[in-house]
């Protein structure tokens, strides 16, 4: 099956060089083709240029895109989306003025999410995991990222586990699974923290790798959650079962666990709203991706990821929703973009840099998706005539996408 995108307006993101990553000051740069042509064979990207140069090209379906940008899929690298019910009385909670760590302490957040999952069977979780993957993939999300989290038991843990692996063989996305269990104490485990982390290390992992349920291993590395020693041991833990981390750090308190993730060769730190310069020193050089979450900020109106300082500095960034019941209940990777740009100052050029091709990075996925590259996956954004992609988070209240592909597929 052969695809023919033809007068696209401008197509963004192509990649020739095989760059898995844009860092700094490069970031600013978005390389496009304006009046071009795309074409798709089978699942795979394996021409495009300038209409110019098409000449005669046989296709079985062509899509004329006048007036249209053409860009790659979204790449969401930190989402909680397989969750049971909602945490809506918490939305409400805090406009009345009570603090995350006051809902916490009152039985809310993350606990208040295990003991629904706890009490949903796997079939129902799956149905309403389901419903929110069909919907953020309409929204243009090409590449997922999911955690465990709100098990907070080995039974739940792997429930939810199971259920991010069912909706990988039945979607045609890549998905990649993390294991969460280092979320939450549960409340028995309050008093014997230590005994919490010997389920999680002797227990869970074990379990979690000998059935092959997850890519990567995760943390909330957070003062009044996990230490940073508790972390590591953890993040150890999992590279013997060849697990790499991806690991919550800085999102309310600087415990150095940043340090330590890059010490560890993490994938990816995850939040960094509160950020000192001996963190931004810690990652240059390292191989470690800085991930904000700029939707969780909007949301529960805590500061935002300096990113200025990130790029300024000369360091790759990624940016993706956090979707999940409590701080971020939206995988809406658009408003993401629009939000990066209008609260953190991120140019439009960036913006798209880090929630593709740097977000396909945030999962290990950069050699076949986050890009316009011969030989990638078809994973392609088209949106309605507009009148430049700047217009993507300018008009950021507005459903500006026509059509998504999916593997070579339209959905």
Not at 125 to 137: F, H, N
Request: one cysteine or more; glycine letters at 6%; aromatic letters at 8%.
């Amino acid at each position: 099956m052969k695809t023919l995108f033809t007068n696209i307006k401008e197509l963004i993101q192509i990649r020739e060089n095989g760059e898995e990553k844009i860092s700094g000051a490069d970031m600013k740069i978005l390389p496009s083709i304006k009046n071009a042509f795309l074409l798709v064979e089978d699942e795979v990207i394996v021409d495009y240029g300038a209409m110019a140069d098409l000449g005669i090209l046989e296709a079985d379906h062509v899509e004329d895109c006048t007036g249209k940008i053409v860009l790659p899929a979204w790449c969401d690298s930190h989402t909680h989306l397989v969750y049971a019910g909602n945490r809506e009385q918490e939305f409400v909670d805090r406009i009345n003025g009570l603090s995350y760590e006051e809902i916490a302490n009152r039985g809310g957040g993350i606990l208040n999410s295990a003991k629904k999952l706890q009490e949903t069977s796997e079939e129902d979780l799956y149905q309403q995991s389901k419903e929110r993957l069909e919907a953020v993939m309409q929204m243009g999300t090409g590449a997922i990222e999911i955690k465990s989290g709100y098990g907070l038991t080995t039974e739940a843990e792997l429930k939810m586990l199971r259920v991010i692996k069912r909706l990988n063989e039945e979607f045609p996305l890549p998905i990649k699974a993390t294991f969460l269990g280092a979320h939450a104490f549960p409340p028995e485990y309050k008093e014997d923290q230590e005994a919490y982390i010997d389920v999680i290390i002797n227990e869970m992992l074990p379990k979690v790798a000998s059935e092959g349920l997850a890519d990567f291993v995760d943390a909330f590395c957070e003062t009044g959650y996990f230490s940073v020693a508790q972390t590591e041991g953890i993040m150890e833990a999992a590279q013997k079962y060849g697990l790499p981390s991806k690991i919550h750090v800085n999102q309310f308190t600087v415990i150095d666990g940043i340090e330590a993730c890059v010490k560890h060769n993490a994938l990816s730190v995850d939040h960094l709203e509160v950020l000192e310069d001996k963190d931004i020193e810690v990652l240059k050089n390292s191989s470690t991706m800085p991930v904000a979450l700029p939707t969780c900020s909007y949301f529960i109106s805590i500061p935002y990821t300096p990113t200025r300082k990130l790029m300024d500095a000369g360091l790759p960034l990624a940016l993706a929703t956090d979707y999940n019941p409590g701080t971020t209940p939206s995988g809406n990777m658009n408003f993401v973009v629009a939000t990066a740009c209008i609260k953190m100052k991120m140019t439009p050029e960036e913006a798209i840099n880090a929630a593709t091709l740097n977000g396909a990075y945030a999962m290990d996925l950069a050699k076949d998706y986050g890009s316009i590259t011969k030989g990638k996956k078809a994973n392609i954004l088209v949106t309605k005539e507009i009148p430049s992609y700047y217009y993507l988070p300018y008009a950021f209240g507005d459903h500006l996408l026509e059509k998504v592909m999916i593997h070579g597929t339209f959905i």
